[in-house]
């Protein structure tokens, strides 16, 4: 495996290029992916053009985000946007498949692969069932709550912080 790039059964992650720029709007621009997620749903190009250039900037040693392809399309963005926090989001087409299972299953190890990181956090929007439910069967556990944590648009939505602890042994957890 090259450091730039992880691969699993079905997927191949990788660090971002100005080429993903449509594919990556299309999922920031779509409501229904977007509805959890830490902003509103990009209402331009040039939005999801300045995101695209941040997630590419992002220190080395801070940060380690890929784009999620599948087939050979891009389906979506996972990783460490800071680190030991983690980060996922899917094009609404790509749910339902196991595939963001798989694909954060391989980033754990990946990062429990770093000296140091004994654990991976979370910060999820409660209502969204669906993460929280992929964290739990990745083994991640809730460590608290609070409320009106994030400003979307006009809308005060709260946080479930979750944590995945290093485990002692491989726990499925290979590289």
């Known amino acids: 495996m090259e450091d730039n790039i992880v691969k699993t059964a079905?997927?191949?992650?990788r660090r971002a290029e100005v080429?993903?720029?449509?594919?990556?709007?299309?999922?920031?621009?779509n409501p229904v992916a977007?509805?959890?997620?830490?902003?509103?749903p990009h209402k331009n190009l040039g939005e999801s053009r300045e995101w695209l250039k941040a997630m590419m900037a992002s220190p080395e040693g801070e940060s380690d985000d890929f784009i999620v392809t599948f087939e050979g399309r891009?389906?979506?963005?996972?990783?460490?946007?800071?680190?030991?926090?983690?980060?996922?989001?899917?094009?609404?087409?790509?749910?339902?498949?196991g595939l963001a299972h798989?694909?954060?299953?391989?980033?754990?190890?990946?990062?429990?692969?770093?000296?140091?990181m004994g654990a991976i956090t979370?910060?999820?929007?409660?209502?969204?069932?669906?993460?929280?439910?992929?964290?739990?069967?990745?083994?991640?556990?809730?460590?608290?709550?609070?409320?009106?944590?994030?400003?979307?648009?006009?809308?005060?939505?709260?946080?479930?912080y979750l944590e995945l602890r290093r485990p002692n042994h491989s726990m499925g957890f290979e590289r």
């Open 122 to 160: 979370a910060d999820v929007d409660p209502r969204n069932q669906a993460s929280l439910g992929l964290l739990g069967k990745l083994g991640f556990v809730e460590t608290g709550r609070k409320q009106a944590t994030w400003l979307i648009g006009d809308e005060w939505c709260d946080s479930v």
């Open 34 to 40: 977007m509805r959890y997620w830490s902003t509103l």
């Open 102 to 116: 798989e694909c954060l299953s391989a980033l754990i190890a990946r990062a429990f692969g770093r000296p140091g």
């Open 10 to 13: 079905r997927l191949t992650m």
């Open 74 to 97: 891009v389906i979506g963005k996972a990783g460490f946007w800071r680190l030991p926090e983690i980060g996922y989001i899917f094009h609404p087409d790509c749910w339902g498949q």
């Open 19 to 29: 080429r993903d720029l449509g594919a990556m709007h299309a999922i920031l621009s």
